[in-house]
């Protein structure tokens, strides 16, 4: 699916956008008939609403629509690009030139996004109202950020059916040949020989081989490793999850997915950067091979780990990752990952939690997702939690008892593998959207994606 504005033309229908205190200034303005034609629907500019104003012939002349003031905006963002979204066929021009820029964005960057439709399996009714966008704003990025998003979703989605290793690595090759990328893959009992010990262990027991995913872009500029965790289906293993949790986990190969659609903005938008991504895609199934409570394996690096449940999957595969990518130390090392409910507990399903030990890198993260209605919230890498992941008879444990702190411990157990990296930063996402709002319907979810890609340029220094 291609998120896009419509062309400009001069048949477009004026779409003026209002906050409540320009409302009385605007309706000032309009011919009489139309001015008493919003106040008679009481239009007062509330965030979401919309209002078309009849011409004399009765066709649509112009549209109001509402913005709200600035608290209803914090409560519910996109709201106004979904209301353009739901009106009736036709092209529509926005009017906001008086507008801040940021404003304009998300009014614009809402419209994209409430065009997605994910109609693999049924068809969807697609949105009949094109929008020209407001002149100032770049529509060629909010386009590039909303395509990413839709590949981010469409992923997500997708049932693990259609979508384990196999279908997550094809993806990624479309990727790679859309954008002149090369991609390698270990695969199976290669992951043994070449050291994968930890992404063998938990991929072993499914029909589906485990493998890892080595995605290369750019020649020049800093190196930027993006680490997602694919875990393509989570039974949670001998440590079978309640069916209840298990129905979402088609999802758990959500980080994999987000890479996919940050490197696919960086990509697109040509920064000077040298991109790896890898992606390791397995599924953490039952059978007589499956890992067990109380196994020790050896990660890459040569720590041991001990299993305490096979259900806490995720940060064993990005171990084995992480330390791969540490070997050659990038000035950028992102992981990304659906890995602990504890983050939900804390956060809920839109805030997602970032950590890293650089107070200038998590200051640019936090300033560009609120730009770019990406929102995050630094948590800290807490030292005195280290004790909770060292059992005593292994160098680590996968999953601390007790409960506490699960996502900071579980923050704290990958950073043991990025030894040499500075920065690194690791962002415990959901990847889901519970409920349907503005802009993001019920389902797969990107989270982080656009306000790493916005940092970027701070960060890095381009």
């Not at 048949?11 to 200034?25: S, Y």
């Not at 704003?137 to 290793?165: H, K, W």
């Not at 695969?187 to 930890?198: K, Q, S, T, V, Y």
Request: aromatic share 6%; glycine share 10%.
């Amino acid at each position: 699916m291609r998120a896009r504005f419509a062309a400009r033309t001069d048949k477009a229908i004026p779409l003026i956008l209002l906050t409540p205190d320009r409302l009385k200034g605007v309706l000032s303005s309009l011919p009489e008939a139309q001015a008493a034609w919003a106040r008679l629907h009481d239009f007062c500019a509330k965030s979401g609403s919309r209002l078309v104003l009849p011409g004399p012939d009765g066709s649509a002349d112009r549209v109001l629509i509402g913005l709200g003031d600035t608290a209803a905006r914090a409560r519910t963002r996109f709201a106004a690009g979904a209301a353009i979204a739901a009106l009736p066929k036709g092209v529509y021009r926005a009017v906001a030139d008086d507008l801040p820029r940021t404003l304009a964005e998300e009014v614009a960057f809402g419209y994209l996004l409430s065009c997605y439709r994910f109609d693999a399996y049924r068809s969807q009714s697609r949105v009949k109202a094109g929008l020209v966008p407001p002149s100032n704003v770049d529509s060629a990025a909010l386009e590039r950020m909303a395509e990413a998003e839709f590949l981010t979703r469409d992923l997500i989605n997708t049932p693990a059916e259609d979508m384990g290793p196999d279908e997550l690595e094809a993806a990624a090759r479309d990727l790679a040949r859309q954008f002149g990328a090369n991609l390698k893959k270990t695969e199976g009992d290669d992951l043994l020989a070449a050291n994968f010990p930890l992404i063998h262990t938990v991929g072993r027991a499914a029909a589906r081989a485990p493998r890892l995913l080595d995605l290369g872009w750019g020649t020049a500029g800093p190196h930027v490793t993006l680490v997602g965790k694919g875990v393509c289906f989570d039974t949670g293993g001998l440590n079978l999850k309640p069916g209840v949790s298990m129905g979402l986990m088609k999802k758990d190969m959500g980080g994999a997915a987000a890479v996919l659609g940050l490197a696919q903005m960086i990509m697109a938008a040509n920064l000077p950067v040298r991109l790896r991504v890898l992606i390791p895609a397995v599924e953490n199934a039952v059978s007589g091979a499956a890992f067990r409570p109380g196994d020790i394996p050896k990660a890459r690096n040569g720590m041991t780990v001990e299993i305490n449940s096979t259900d806490a999957e995720g940060r064993l595969v990005l171990a084995d990752t992480l330390a791969l990518a540490a070997e050659t130390p990038p000035n950028l090392l992102v992981s990304m990952a659906t890995l602990t409910g504890a983050a939900r507990v804390a956060l809920g399903p839109d805030l997602a939690p970032f950590y890293t030990d650089d107070d200038g890198v998590a200051a640019a993260l936090s300033a560009a997702g609120t730009r770019v209605f990406d929102p995050m919230w630094r948590m800290p890498f807490h030292a005195p939690y280290e004790a909770m992941i060292e059992p005593g008879i292994a160098d680590l444990n996968n999953a601390p008892k007790g409960g506490f702190a699960g996502s900071i411990t579980a923050a704290l157990f990958l950073r043991r593998f990025t030894a040499g990296v500075a920065p690194y930063v690791h962002l415990d996402i959901y990847g889901w959207q519970p409920s349907a709002a503005p802009g993001r319907p019920k389902g797969g979810a990107g989270q982080g994606a656009r306000g790493l890609f916005h940092a970027l340029p701070e960060v890095l220094r381009l």
